[in-house]
């Protein structure tokens, strides 16, 4: 799909994984680190620091998992899984001030972005020049399939609405999801959330907002279920069978 790339803002947005290594201003024992550590899950409170790019207003953030990994001296390697918009370093200044001693981070390393993970799903522009060249050289294409990945991983981690093949035409000139073209969805589903529609082959045909709770979804028969903000299939791929009932045919 040529335009796959717009589906990027609904990655930017997702929870993150950090690997982090914080220094600590003067030593101190690693079970009251542990205990520190420990504090910082669950729901924050963050100032953004002064050098950042966006308002330093206060900000609640949720710290999914916070792991101590390693400890040597006065470096504290750690994990951390949080909301987007958590900063680090902020973290790491905060823990430092909590043990008393001061702490700064020293280093940071981006491990997971939503459903991408560096061990799995990513890989280095080298890999990138690589594949392409071996497929143009000799029409290998099985390193180019691993690098160049569908546009339907980017969504596994959404709230997700399987329509009929007859709503798949309708939806990709950009009408909205009525009652009638779901064919089944996710318990995940919320009213106001963003959804992701598919073919029953697994193809993303667009992205929008549920109106309701899939419970509701389930039982309607009419109306629409949701309104459709980005296509991403192209018009023409499934039949126009909305055309036919318009026309009365």
Known sequence: MENATKVIGNVVHTVKEYVMVVQLHDKVEEDKLRRVVEYFRGEIYQRPPLRSSVKRTLRKRRIYEIELLEYTGRFALLRVTSDPGTYMRKLAHDMGLLLGVGAHMR????????PFK????????????????LWRESGDERLLRRVVQPVEVSIVHMPKIMILDTA???????????????????????KGSTVALLTLKGE??????????????????????????????????????????????
């Open 107 to 114: 280093e940071l390393r981006r491990t997971r972005t939503g």
């Open 118 to 133: 560096e061990d799995e799903t990513l890989f280095t522009m080298q890999e990138v020049m690589e594949a392409v060249t």
């Open 168 to 190: 798949v035409d309708a939806v990709a000139h950009g009408a909205n999801l009525a009652a009638p073209g779901v064919a089944r969805l996710t318990s995940d589903v919320r």
């Open 204 to 249: 993303l045909v667009a992205l929008g907002v549920s109106q309701y709770d899939s419970g509701e979804i389930k039982n309607m028969s009419r109306g629409v279920v949701v309104k459709v903000k980005r296509v991403y299939m192209p018009t023409g791929v499934y039949p126009q069978a909305w055309r036919r009932q318009v026309s009365g045919t």
